[in-house]
């Protein structure tokens, strides 16, 4: 446990739900924890009691990515655990391929609707549809654009494309729409919608009053902070802005409420982790004003300044857009200027210089 963390309470301590099992956190509000072959090797789902259309049964929220181990899991926990209740609805924060992957076979098997936000439903169609070649083209451009020149990176991020359509392979054809204030009844509680950007396009939290839950989802993360990247999708995007001021409405909940995050265990002390998240992003941006006085800096250089370990290829492609989001953030609030030559660089502004 790092520093930071040991401001935070673990109400469950170390315990984990076991890999046939879910632990019951709040009243009626179940966790679950599957397996992911990353580096970030598992993440958190939940299901809740649910009454809805007049029947007895569960609302899933998050599905894993499509993989044996989880269809497996799933499995064992719909012979065994669910009281033999049906899936009634399945519930997704956002597109990313740990929360969205499997939402196309459990919306199939159990004929249940897929719940999500229109931007992360539609991102997500276009993203499984990956054959477009000049993506790829358009995706190396933008690595160049900012100072990458290793073969193994450039590939890593031609390989991005096709590995979303890997882990998600189908989507539903149908949603129901999710968007910011909208409230959802689920079982005998209300649960309120938060939007969040930043992360993913348009990433919905829950926040249940009644209960003081807050299923989290990737916006508020207790160990690590949540990626901020800007992709070639949007080269010119602003995500840390975006992040940061989606921040504020988690800010406005109770500050001992119970938060359910997507990696990590569950913990209580939100306002204090929220802190520590604008903390450490002050801290990159100090670090990268100081980089950028010295030298003018592309996201490559800047990379450098804010990631000290070794990293691969993939881990390269994600760390370049963090550290560019972070360099377009002081360049929108006007204290970088951005110089667009071969490659990209940020330098202070003159008014600023001057001082
Ligand atoms: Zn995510």
């Known amino acids: 446990m790092n520093a930071q963390e040991k401001e935070l309470d673990y109400p469950l301590g170390e315990h984990l739900p076991t890999k046939g099992g879910m632990t019951e956190v709040a009243p009626g509000v179940f966790w679950l924890r599957m397996f992911l072959p990353f580096a970030l090797d598992h993440i958190n789902l939940w299901l809740l009691r649910d009454h809805y259309e007049g029947r007895e049964g569960w609302a899933i929220v998050d599905c894993c990515l499509d993989q044996a181990s989880a269809r497996e899991q799933w499995q064992h926990l719909f012979n065994h655990a669910l009281e033999g209740l049906p899936v009634l609805r399945v519930i997704v924060t956002h597109l990313h391929p740990d929360h969205l992957g499997l939402a196309h076979w459990l919306c199939d098997y159990w004929k249940a609707p897929l719940w999500i936000s229109a931007t992360d439903f539609h991102t997500a169609h276009t993203l499984i549809h990956p054959s477009n070649p000049q993506h790829s083209a358009q995706a190396v451009d933008f690595l160049r654009a900012h100072g990458v020149t290793q073969a193994d990176v450039l590939e890593a991020v031609t390989q991005r494309h096709l590995q979303f359509s890997h882990m998600v392979p189908d989507l539903p054809n149908q949603f129901v729409r999710l968007f910011d204030g909208m409230s959802l009844r689920i079982g005998s509680h209300h649960w309120r919608c938060i939007s969040g950007h930043g992360h993913a396009p348009e990433h919905i939290a829950l926040y249940c009053d009644a209960l003081n839950v807050l299923i989290s989802g990737d916006m508020v993360l207790p160990r690590i902070s949540t990626n901020i990247s800007v992709y070639d999708s949007e080269p010119l995007a602003n995500p840390l802005q975006l992040f940061l001021d989606s921040l ?20 209580k002390g939100l306002h204090t982790r929220i802190a520590q998240l604008r903390q450490h992003h002050t ?5 990268l004003r100081t980089a950028c006085a010295h030298q003018a800096q592309s996201a490559l250089d800047a990379m450098g300044v804010l990631f000290k370990r070794t990293l691969d290829s993939h881990q390269t492609t ?23 030559a071969e490659v990209i660089r940020f330098k202070p502004t003159e008014a600023i210089s001057l001082h």
């Open 318 to 340: 994600f760390a370049l857009g963090e550290s560019l989001a972070h360099l377009h953030f002081l360049w929108y609030r006007g204290e970088l200027e951005r110089i667009n």
């Open 283 to 287: 801290d990159r941006l100090n670090e």
């Open 248 to 267: 504020t409405k988690f800010a406005n909940l109770p500050a001992d409420c119970l938060c359910l995050p997507s990696h990590g265990k569950p913990f």
